[in-house]
């Protein structure tokens, strides 16, 4: 299993400006996912994170409104830029057990999220 | 194109048994994730099927047929907490998780 935590838990923030959103994961993983779900919504794949390369985002998603870093094995960042009220929804971080794609049965987990909302 | 259906909402009636159905089409198949999550909360990991037939785990069962594209979770004796969104995914050939847009599960005393 993986443990995950994300700062911050909500924010509200102003059009306008950036919001960068920690995750935190226990053990090393390969890739980690960024998620959106807007209410009442389901889960939305914003991008892959890969440790030591770019992040693969998709279709929708592009770097310059939601760049990540992906420095080390454990962490992972998605900052929202230039918000609009558009990006207020909820924002997850997710792993899969097996570490990298491919090798199932594996359980993905994720983390506690992050309530955004733009005004 | 890669789609997955599932009921918006259902009632059920505390200690019956209520039965989520989830049909989908996508490029390739993995797997079938079936997800709980309570309003404002992460979702958590019920079920993974991958071969045909019922997985049972407790309280909680997921069903698979690959042929038809089509799988279902079923709850026995229903308790007020399983009042929930539950989320049905599918892995495709690229191993991305494919989301339905859950069914919101409200038991009733």
């Known amino acids: 299993s993986a443990v995950i935590s994300q700062k911050p838990s909500r924010d509200i923030c102003q059009r306008g400006t950036s919001l960068t959103i920690q995750c935190q994961v226990d053990?090393?993983?390969?890739?980690m996912f960024w998620y959106r779900q807007q209410p009442g919504q389901s889960l939305t794949l914003i991008a892959t994170?890969?440790?030591?390369?770019?992040?693969?985002?998709e279709s929708g998603f592009v770097i310059d409104k939601f760049p990540i870093s992906r420095p080390n094995l454990t962490f992972s960042t998605l900052t929202v830029s230039n918000m609009s009220p558009e990006d207020s929804s909820i924002y997850l971080c997710s792993v899969d057990t097996a570490g990298t794609s491919g090798r199932a049965p594996y359980e993905q987990y994720f983390g506690p999220g992050t309530r955004l909302t733009v005004t | 194109g890669q789609n997955i259906d599932q009921p918006t909402e259902m009632t059920a009636t505390e200690g019956a048994i209520v039965q989520i159905n989830c049909t989908y089409q996508?490029?390739?198949?993995?797997?079938l994730f079936w997800y709980q999550q309570h309003a404002g909360e992460a979702p958590t990991f019920l079920s993974y099927?991958?071969l045909d037939g019922l997985e049972e785990k407790g309280r909680f069962s997921s069903f698979l047929s690959r042929s038809k594209g089509y799988s279902y979770l079923l709850l026995k004796e229903l308790q007020m907490k399983d009042s929930a969104s539950y989320l049905c995914a599918a892995l495709d050939s690229n191993y991305q998780l494919i989301w339905g847009a859950g069914t919101k599960l409200i038991i009733k005393p």
């Open positions: 996508t490029s390739g198949f993995n797997g």
């Open positions: 053990s090393q993983v390969t890739m």
């Open positions: 099927n991958v």
């Open positions: 994170a890969n440790q030591g390369s770019e992040a693969t985002y």
